[in-house]
């Protein structure tokens, strides 16, 4: 495509990047879709579903069709209107003079009536159409947080006000095709995914330029990810993570910089492993649900150093198949979300028939006190009272308990783990990988552990796993109240104690 410009100037389309009146859009082509057009240059398109109005449209459905999709949609604006296609219909439909009437008002030169089989019309949403073809218009995002290791859909860098500083530009998609009945549940849901997970098509990076380097592209995407897919969520990009997901504190992120928390003054860590995923849902409106993975609070501390909603869901529930794990017995993936409802949702979807019954009431609130003992005391004597808070109002019990930590053998995992990495890159480019200061402490340390030693600690995590299923959770359906860790300001340029 060349470089086209309409009359008016508000239109600009640059190969396959459009911008519309300042905002900036990526268009792909719609496979199968020819569209009727005595127009030569670029049209601006809005498909609309007509399925609940058939067969008759009104001046009234149709403006408040328009105002939904510009309250719910951040892809959709009013010159996409320049043409409609109307789907949904399943015959004759007529459209009421007053509604016509209506549109011309806001620009609309022509309209048509798709009359394809449903399972074949193109979503509702932004599109644009050239020369007969159908493109699907996507909104391009800066990701100002550095929250991003690369995007789904990759433009060209856009870079318009001078300011973009290199950052992943992100396309997604109109969110207009979640609201056709009979969609897969989570249709259109805007999905960024921690970059320990392949994705068919891209590489794996962990952030590390050695892995990176080493490694092609994957042929398949993890089966979770691809359990996703198949529900419907689009998939716009790749996370960050600290390198190996290991715990690694902004200043030691050597290799990538590290993403920025929205919180508070914006100089605060964004925590870790699952950094990216934490700091791409709290800071932006275009994300809807990240994915991270955790071991012992992976995704836990990027929810509490970011200020979203966390939920890692029982290991075992999803498979870890396709994700670089570094406990294969404890490591998991879970989600990051701003708002509750729609976490539930996307949980109830994801876990499927693995999700247990939740309880119609809890029995008991349970303090571990074990845990409780390393948060500082003002912290500590806050949770508590809240704590027994929520059991006197619920009336339920309130029961602490202790336990000892079954043993840190079981990082034996962390370091075998990349055996086999550790070897490929030596044979490949006669040298060893460079590792960050967190993951090269981490691994000196887990290789001293025997496979025995490790072993006793699989089984002891066993041990306790039943004991405390049984314990706790036979009969009762007990709220548990842990601690991530210990909380207060944490300035991204301070190195670690």
Not at 324 to 341: A, F, H, K, Q, S
Not at 391 to 400: D, Q, V
Request: net charge negative; aromatic share 12%; glycine share 6%.
């Amino acid at each position: 495509m060349t470089l086209l410009t309409s009359t008016n100037g508000d239109l600009i389309q640059l190969h396959n990047l459009l911008e519309v009146n300042g905002v900036h859009y990526l268009v792909e082509p719609v496979e199968c879709h020819e569209i009727a057009s005595k127009d030569t240059g670029p049209v601006l398109a809005t498909v609309i579903d007509i399925s609940e109005c058939y067969p008759h449209i009104t001046a009234e459905w149709i403006q408040g069709c328009i105002e939904r999709y510009s309250n719910v949609d951040d892809v959709f604006q009013v010159k996409f209107l320049e043409a409609i296609l109307f789907r949904g219909g399943q015959g004759q439909c007529s459209l009421s003079a007053d509604a016509q009437k209506y549109l011309e008002g806001l620009g609309t030169r022509w309209h048509r009536f798709l009359i394809d089989e449903l399972d074949r019309q193109p979503l509702p949403g932004a599109y644009m159409i050239l020369s007969g073809a159908l493109y699907e218009v996507f909104r391009l995002y800066a990701d100002t947080h550095a929250a991003f290791f690369r995007a789904t859909r990759d433009p060209t860098t856009l870079d318009t006000s001078g300011d973009n500083h290199g950052q992943v530009t992100v396309a997604v998609p109109s969110r207009l095709g979640s609201q056709v009945p009979h969609r897969p549940p989570l249709s259109r849901i805007r999905v960024g995914v921690k970059d320990n997970f392949d994705l068919e098509g891209t590489k794996t990076s962990l952030c590390s330029r050695s892995y990176l380097q080493l490694y092609s592209k994957k042929d398949k995407s993890a089966p979770c990810l691809q359990k996703l897919v198949d529900l419907g969520a689009s998939i716009i990009g790749k996370t960050k993570l600290c390198a190996f997901a290991q715990w690694e504190e902004p200043t030691e992120a050597i290799e990538y910089t590290s993403p920025w928390s929205p919180r508070a003054d914006g100089f605060q860590s964004s925590g870790g492993s699952s950094n990216g995923s934490g700091a791409a849902v709290a800071a932006y409106e275009w994300v809807d649900i990240t994915i991270g993975s955790d071991t012992t609070g992976s995704i836990l501390r990027p929810a509490l150093w970011n200020g979203c909603f966390a939920l890692r869901p029982t290991f075992g529930l999803l498979s870890t198949e396709g994700f670089v794990n570094c406990i294969r017995y404890l490591d998991t993936p879970g989600l990051m979300g701003r708002d509750l409802e729609q976490c539930r949702d996307f949980a109830t979807a994801w876990f499927g028939d693995q999700l247990m019954d939740t309880p119609s009431k809890f029995s008991a609130v349970l303090w571990p006190t074990d845990y409780w003992n390393s948060i500082d005391s003002q912290h500590r004597v806050m949770a508590s009272e809240f704590a027994n808070e929520i059991a006197s109002t619920l009336k339920l019990r309130y029961r602490e308990y202790s336990m000892k930590e079954a043993t840190q053998d079981m990082w034996y995992d962390d370091y075998h783990a990349f055996d086999d990495f550790r070897e490929l890159y030596w044979a490949t480019y006669n040298k060893a990988p460079y590792l960050t200061p967190p993951t090269r402490a981490a691994w000196n340390s887990c290789k001293a552990i025997s496979r025995s030693d490790r072993d006793e600690a699989a089984r002891r995590v066993q041990v306790f796993r039943s004991w405390f299923q049984a314990r706790f959770f036979t009969q009762d359906r007990p709220l548990l109240v842990m601690p991530i860790e210990n909380t207060g300001t944490r300035y991204r340029d301070v190195p670690p104690e």
